[in-house]
Structures are given as C-alpha cells and as structure tokens.
C-alpha cells in the first residue's frame, strides 16, 4: 500500500476523487487536508466527512486548512459545485466525528513522522506552499508529488489561460513550482478535459451499485446543468479522479517533462507557462500530462467506485 495524504477541496469531482482513492486497495489514505477552493476550508470538510461517511470510512482524519490563498482575494467556485459544494444535495453534516484544524501541521508532521508519504493535491497549493515555507525540511522526505491544475495547451476554464485550482491561488502554485524540489506531475485541463461522466455512465452505476452510483449521481446532476450551459458538454468534466488513478497507475497517462512557472498577476494571473521547448534552460521541474487513455482511467474508475465486473463494463464501452 502507498501512503498518501489528499488536500483537496471538495468539491464534486473530489468527492468522487475520494471514493476512488478509498476504493482503492493499493492507497492508505493517511488523512485528508481542505483548503479554500470550490468552497471554504471548512465547508470542505463537512464534505469530506460526509464522502467518508458514505463510503463508511469515518477512522481517516480530516484537518482543515488555509482558509484564503497566500495574496490573492479568495474567489469560491460555488457556481459550478453548488453553494453547499456537492451539488446542493444538502447532506446532513455529519454527527458524532468531526474535523480538526492545523492541515498544514498535519502535511509536515505526517512527512517527519512516516517514510514513503506522497501528496495528491486536488485543490488550490495554499495549504503545500504553507507547509513548504514553513517546514521545507519535511518536503526532503516526500515520495511524490502530483498537482490536478493548470493547462499546457488546451484553454483555461476559469479565464481564457487559466485552470481553477491554480488562478484561485496563483502565488502558492507558483511557490511550489519554484520550491519543492520534487518533480510535480501536472494533471492538467490538457488530460482532465477528457475525462466526461455522462448519464449513461452515471445511471450504469446507479444500476451496478445502487449506493455509491445515487450518490454519484446525485451529487453530479448541479455539475451536468453547469457543462450543459457554458461548456455545451451532456455530461460533466471529473478533473480530480484523473490525479488519483494516475497516481496508481502510470499507463493511463504521458507527458513531458519541462519548467513549469505559474503567473501570479496581470491578465494572464494563474496561466502555467511550461517551457516545453527549453528556451530558458531551467531545472525541470515538472512532468505535464499531455495524453490520457480516457476509456481506460474510466474502466479503472467504474471497478473500483462502484465494482464493475468486465462483463458489466461490455454494456458501456462495447454497446451493440
Ligand atoms: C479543478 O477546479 C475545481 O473546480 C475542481 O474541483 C478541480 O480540482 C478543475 O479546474
Ligand atoms: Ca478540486
């Protein structure tokens, strides 16, 4: 089992980012950090209790950090995940287990305390440069590092360059970019943008496991009217499962290894500039996503959040 912690800040596409990784028998997900993101840190971790209680997996901490990014003024992202983050399902909170503060305590700790630890971070870097600046020592010991944000080539969505997670909080992407020390594998809008959760898809899950597909599907119906209107997509783009099933399973993706900067202000604040063409002869510090194989991340997806047999999966992917 790989030890990861998750910062992230749910969110829809956290959510089931999630339900994968606790899906998932190679990953012991040693806590589970929020930030201000989607919604405020601690409305992310009411979320996160409530994924977890669904999923019965209440033992995993949850730790609550930055509530505003390093500079910037924090922008939520409420109109595409709904004012309650899940798609204003409006889930009781949950009871009797509640999360703590000091997320950024926790990222440093946990780094000092275990050997082997990786981070998969799924929201804005707020909490990662805090920690980073605060303790880079512990960073010595990370394993790997993989970031959902950015964009190399395809569009923002966020801003005609920019990607969420990393306009929300431009001057702790870019911190980290410059700081880590540690190769970033970049999950960007490039590889996420592939990844479409339909109806079809959702009511195949509905069908296939009756909890965690009403679950899914209940959450994500906010997001599929949100693609419908601005994105004319029947359907809705799931960025942050991607970064876990990567994280597992190197074949899903490739990319390119170059510099990575982050822009922290003007107009284009939040675009990552890679240098993919080595013009400026830095360090790479960074493995972009440029290629996904978007049938097979979805197959490893409906296996593992909703146990789909080979012969279920015929009826999705082989149909007629
Ligand atoms: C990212 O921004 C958020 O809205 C999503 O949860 C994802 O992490 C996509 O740009
Ligand atoms: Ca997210």
């Not at 949850?62 to 204003?88: I, M, N, S, W």
């Not at 970033?184 to 490039?190: N, T």
Request: hydrophobic letters at 40%.
């Amino acid at each position: 089992m790989r030890k990861i912690i998750i910062d992230c800040d749910p969110g829809i596409d956290d959510a089931l980012a999630l339900m994968l990784a606790l899906s998932s028998p190679e990953l012991d997900v040693l806590g589970i950090t929020t930030v201000s993101g989607n919604v405020p840190a601690q409305m992310g971790a009411d979320n996160a209790l409530k994924v977890l209680r669904h999923m019965n997996r209440l033992d995993v901490p949850v730790y609550c950090g930055a509530e505003v990014p390093l500079k910037r003024d924090y922008v939520d992202a409420k109109d595409t995940h709904g004012e309650d983050g899940l798609g204003e399902t409006n889930y009781p909170k949950v009871d009797g287990v509640s999360w703590s503060n000091g997320a950024v305590d926790f990222i440093i700790e946990t780094l000092q305390k275990e050997t082997g630890v990786s981070i998969i971070a799924i929201g804005p870097m707020t909490n990662i440069a805090l920690a980073l600046q605060k303790c880079p020592e512990a960073f010595q010991r990370l394993e790997e590092f993989v970031s959902m944000g950015g964009n190399f080539k395809s569009y923002g969505n966020c801003s005609p360059v920019a990607e969420y997670n990393y306009w929300c909080d431009p001057d702790a992407a870019n911190y980290v970019y410059q700081n880590l020390g540690t190769m970033i594998h970049m999950v960007g809008l490039d590889v996420t943008r592939k990844i479409v959760f339909t109806p079809t898809i959702a009511d195949f899950c509905q069908r296939i496991h009756p909890s965690n597909g009403t679950f899914a599907k209940q959450i994500t119906h906010f997001y599929n009217e949100f693609h419908w209107k601005y994105e004319r997509i029947i359907g809705c783009v799931i960025n942050d499962p991607l970064a876990i099933a990567y994280f597992m399973d190197r074949e899903l993706c490739s990319g390119i290894y170059a510099y990575t900067m982050v822009v922290t202000d003007g107009v284009c604040i939040g675009q990552t500039v890679v240098d993919s063409m080595n013009f400026w002869k830095k360090e790479k510090n960074s493995y972009v996503l440029t290629k996904v194989n978007q049938i097979d991340f979805m197959k490893l997806f409906l296996k593992r959040v909703f146990q789909a047999k080979e012969s279920d999966l015929d009826i999705i992917f082989n149909a007629g």
